[in-house]
């Protein structure tokens, strides 16, 4: 199908906000599957008692969000590759579900800042004792080296007890406890944190009004070409007038109109008796 410039123009949007999408989303799906399915941290599933969890809560969502994002991505892609509407509309009904997840979770992540570190907290603690438990698992390694490294704090005390420990925290003997700069951060940042998912959800908007617009131009060029039809064949006669268009304003521009030309007198058939 041919679209117009701005239809071309919103199919690459999409094609590249749905890459982003793709690896946010194979990130977190994968981070929590590691999570959920690794020999260090399945015991924590397997205990009745912890299954309320901060550690299990955030697992779970990162699963979830995960698939839903990948989810997403599927039909987006498939819609804006293809040019299919009906892909599309899906497409736009879960991003529209997305957009209204994202203003509530940050206002209640806003309204109940002190709930919410709490719980990421917790997450840390669960994250860091599983972490010395295992001996070294290298990809809590990293999950625990890049939140040292970015909030400048190190383990649940502050001080490098643990030697394994001492390879994901900044350098220097003593840094802030995490458990306590988490739940300060948090709460000092947490219009911050709202602004992140508003701003999240405004890029979801800009993805939602780039599908609404492909969809609609899709259907423009789909509509059903102008037909002309000549009234008369080419001259077969001595005296024959020239063949006569019936057509009306041809709506389409961009497309090659469909002519049909009448059968001529040899060429109509004719009924035997």
Known sequence: MALDGC??????????????????????????????????????????????????????????????????????????????????QVFSALLTILILAEVVVGVLAYTKRDEVGLNLAEFYSNMYTL??????????????????????????????????????????????????????????????????????????????ICSSTLSKKIRQSSASAQYIILTQSAPVLANAQPCQLVSTSYPHPDQDPVVFTPLSAANIPVALS
């Open 131 to 208: 972490y010395v438990t295992s001996g070294g698992d290298p990809f809590i390694r990293v999950t625990l080296t890049f939140i040292h490294n970015t909030l400048d704090c190190c383990g649940v005390t502050g001080i490098k007890l643990v030697e394994v420990v001492r390879q994901t925290c900044p350098s220097g003997f003593f840094q802030a406890s995490c458990p306590a700069t988490i739940i300060t951060f948090f709460d000092s940042k947490a219009q911050l944190v709202m602004g992140l998912f508003l701003g999240t959800g405004a890029l979801l908007i800009i993805a939602l």
């Open 7 to 88: 239809g071309v123009f919103c199919k690459y949007i999409l094609f590249i906000f749905n890459l982003i999408f793709a690896v946010v989303g194979f990130v977190f799906l994968g981070l929590g599957l590691w999570l959920r399915f690794s020999d260090s941290t399945r015991p924590i599933f397997e205990v009745e008692a912890l299954n309320s969890s901060a550690f299990v809560m955030i697992v779970t969502i990162l699963i979830a969000l995960g698939s839903v994002m990948l989810i997403v991505v599927v039909f987006g892609d498939y819609g804006a590759c293809n040019e299919k509407r009906c892909s599309l």
